[in-house]
């Protein structure tokens, strides 16, 4: 049974955006320190591993609460701008982040036509955001290394996302 895509965004859905951008802006920036922490005591592998995928909560998050076209790329975009607001590290590179992180995201749920948004969409939702993550790393802070190290880099930065992004899709079905 085919399941009608409801396309237009309600004030509720409106609401849920609001509160998912607020609530993942101050994780986001809450999460920064806990990086660099880990960033010095385990190295960039272990690093990317353990937090790069908080970053890429937002968006599966929204997308398994609103269940609509674009749903993740906005939680993800407005998370990071909410975050931008706040005075941190990355300053207005954060919302280019999001931006990026909300597009790679939200094609997970483009590729099941908006007709899925479980577990496993919310990992490869997650997962997705890595690649826009080492691409801009690379571009704005020029973190590069051999084809290995960054392969692995990605490799952290992928698993980190689909374990966070499963996260989010398990706490967007709990509070539907």
Same mark, same amino acid.
């Given at each position: 049974m085919s399941e009608r895509i409801p396309k237009r965004y309600t004030g509720v859905d409106y609401a849920l955006l609001g509160v998912v951008a607020?609530?993942?802006?101050?994780?986001?920036?809450?999460?920064?320190?806990?990086?660099?922490?880990?960033?010095a005591v385990g190295g960039p592998v272990l690093a990317k591993l353990l937090t790069y995928g908080i970053w890429f909560m937002a968006a599966p998050l929204a997308a398994s609460l609103i269940r609509?076209?674009?749903?993740?790329?906005l939680g993800e975009t407005l #998370? #990071?701008?909410i975050e931008t607001i706040i005075p941190n590290a990355g300053g207005v590179t954060n919302l280019i982040y999001g931006l990026a992180q909300g597009a790679?995201?939200?094609i997970a749920y483009l590729l099941f036509k908006y007709r899925k948004w479980g577990?496993?969409?919310?990992?490869?939702?997650?997962?997705?955001?890595?690649?826009?993550?080492?691409?801009?790393?690379?571009?704005?802070?020029?973190?590069?290394?051999?084809?290995?190290?960054?392969?692995?880099?990605?490799?952290?930065?992928?698993?980190?996302?689909?374990?966070y992004g499963s996260v989010a899709a398990l706490i967007g079905k709990s509070l539907r």
């Open positions: 607020v609530a993942f802006g101050i994780v986001f920036f809450a999460a920064w320190p806990v990086y660099y922490a880990v960033k609509k076209p674009l749903s993740g790329f #998370a #990071a701008l790679a995201s939200e577990v496993a969409q919310g990992a490869l939702s997650g997962a997705l955001a890595a690649f826009p993550a080492l691409a801009l790393d690379a571009l704005l802070w020029g973190d590069i290394a051999t084809p290995e190290v960054m392969a692995i880099w990605l490799a952290g930065a992928l698993v980190s996302g689909a374990i």
